[in-house]
């Protein structure tokens, strides 16, 4: 499956797919109702939904829109949430630390190995540093 849109847990931002959103069936509403959606503009919103060529047009774009709020919901549940607030500080946490780290294996024979959790599990370190 190719996500028309995700949000990204390490950035907080929300990826797009241009090509899925910019064109359905020679309508080139997509992105444009996508903006919309995103920024909750819906004064701008409904004339497009009204004014739609088709009702699979019309279908798609409440799937877009469905699919701009669901993600919106994931960027709340990640600030609002305890479960999104270890994850945020997490990632923080990694970015924060990853050039020191980084230098500790300039001096090392160990390859850097992704993802950096590869290091936690010492049966899965043994065979990876093996094979390489």
Do not use: C
């Not at 849109?5 to 509403?29: I, K, M």
């Not at 109702?33 to 019309?58: C, E, G, Q």
């Not at 699919?67 to 990694?94: C, I, P």
């Amino acid at each position: 499956m190719i996500p028309t849109l995700q949000l990204d847990p390490s950035t907080l931002a929300l990826w797009f797919n241009v090509d899925l959103l910019g064109s359905y069936r020679g309508e080139e509403r997509g992105l444009e109702l996508f903006t919309h959606a995103a920024n909750h503009d819906m004064n701008k919103v409904y004339p497009i939904l009204d004014n739609a060529a088709s009702d699979a047009h019309r279908s798609h774009y409440y799937e877009m829109l469905s699919a701009v709020w669901h993600e919106k919901r994931h960027f709340v549940d990640f600030l609002l949430t305890n479960s999104g607030a270890f994850q945020v500080r997490t990632y923080f946490s990694m970015y924060f630390n990853l050039p020191e780290g980084l230098k500790e294996f300039r001096n090392k024979e160990i390859p850097v190995l992704l993802p950096l959790d590869t290091y936690a599990d010492p049966v899965k370190l043994i065979a990876l540093v093996d094979i390489i």
